[in-house]
């Protein structure tokens, strides 16, 4: 399944969201999908140290062999936000029109994030009212990012 971690899922769709609102009117395309593939690498890489640390804090050794189950469980973190980035990479190729893939790439992060949040409902067995309010609750977070979007540009 692509979201191992629908937490690790949800994080990384807000910061891609938050790297190009942060980003767009100012940049073009290229740097925007630039600067959100290396902010979702450096925060991969950071939990997955974090993981592993918080992993050797109850044992006496480091040991190897659960970097790479700890990576492959972040991983969602990087992969979740890939229609947002896919669109942004249209609008390099110039297959969309710059302003529609940074829209596109925007709002496609809001439904991801709905999305997500019903998922993490599923898993835990939340009834389908509890999943909804959920995915509104998320979404909200993903409409407050391009609410600041607009308001800073």
Do not use: C
């Not at 937490?7 to 940049?27: D, K, P």
């Amino acid at each position: 399944m692509l979201v191992a971690s629908p937490r690790s899922a949800i994080y990384g769709t807000i910061l891609a969201t938050a790297v190009i609102a942060a980003t767009a009117g100012h940049e073009p395309p290229g740097f925007i999908l630039a600067a959100t593939a290396a902010t979702l690498a450096v925060f991969w890489l950071a939990h997955v140290y974090a993981e592993v640390l918080e992993h050797e804090l109850g044992r006496a050794g480091f040991d190897l062999k659960v970097v790479p189950a700890i990576m492959a469980r972040e991983l969602s973190m990087v992969a979740a936000p890939a229609l947002s980035v896919l669109f942004l990479l249209l609008g390099v190729l110039g297959l969309l029109d710059e302003g529609l893939a940074v829209g596109l790439a925007l709002w496609t992060g809001v439904a991801q994030l709905v999305g997500w949040a019903i998922e993490a409902g599923r898993r835990h067995g939340r009834s389908r009212p509890a999943m909804l309010l959920g995915g509104v609750i998320n979404g909200a977070f993903g409409v407050g990012i391009i609410g600041l979007e607009a308001l800073l540009h």
